[in-house]
């Protein structure tokens, strides 16, 4: 008669308990990986220290600025920015920009998008934008500030840029980060409203928040 081989309990309860060894191994060899990666991307971040850009303002021009109707504006607006990357090695990817102006803390002109684009070690790029309004509603004291500017001779603009950035080292990618940008626009014009646009060329240094 054959002998027929019958595992005891005992021995399959002991191959159970190999197999959880088994899936403890990897679990403990994949996690060891991960955090091993994870704090070389880490010391990577913290070594290179990303220095956030820096914009400033090289132009803006006012071409119209006036309301229709009670509290409607139309504006008119053309700017043109330098975005520079200060880092030596980090790259810096810019996307969804949009950009817009404001007076007092009220926005006259829609959001205008900015094309995506990825700026290299020390690079700096001219960004330029149209902004416009067409019947955009203003606060009944909007008049009567842009008035009292005339007649001091100064005009104040706030120019902002929101979007995302992106940072760049070697093949690694970071995740998206909210980049926010505000740039000070002075005018100069008479107590007369001037034939021409109003133009501000200073040259102004913006603030810049990662």
Known sequence: ???????????????????????????YIFSTFFFSLLSLIILIWLILHPTKPKFSLKEADIYQLNLSGAH??????????????PNQKVGIYYDELH?????????????TSLPPFYQGHEDSNLLTASL???????????????????TAGK??????????????VGTWVSGR??????????????????????????????????
Request: hydrophobic share 35%; proline share 4%.
């Open 72 to 85: 409607l504006l139309n504006s008119s607006i053309q700017i043109t920015l330098l975005s520079k990357n």
């Open 155 to 168: 005009l104040v603009l706030n120019l902002k840029v929101d979007g995302r950035l992106r940072w760049k």
């Open 1 to 27: 008669m054959s002998q027929i081989d019958i595992k005891s309990p005992k021995h399959c309860a002991k191959h159970g308990l190999n197999i959880n060894k088994l899936y403890k191994k990897l679990f």
């Open 177 to 210: 980060y909210r980049l926010n940008v505000n740039c000070v626009s002075v005018m100069d014009f008479g107590p007369t409203v001037p034939s021409g646009p109003l133009s501000s060329k200073q040259g102004t240094q913006c603030s810049t928040s990662v």
């Open 132 to 150: 416009v309004g067409t019947g955009l509603p203003v606060a009944a004291s909007f008049g009567y500030e842009v008035g009292r500017d005339q």
């Open 99 to 111: 950009a817009y102006a404001s007076y007092k803390g009220q926005q006259i002109t829609v959001d």
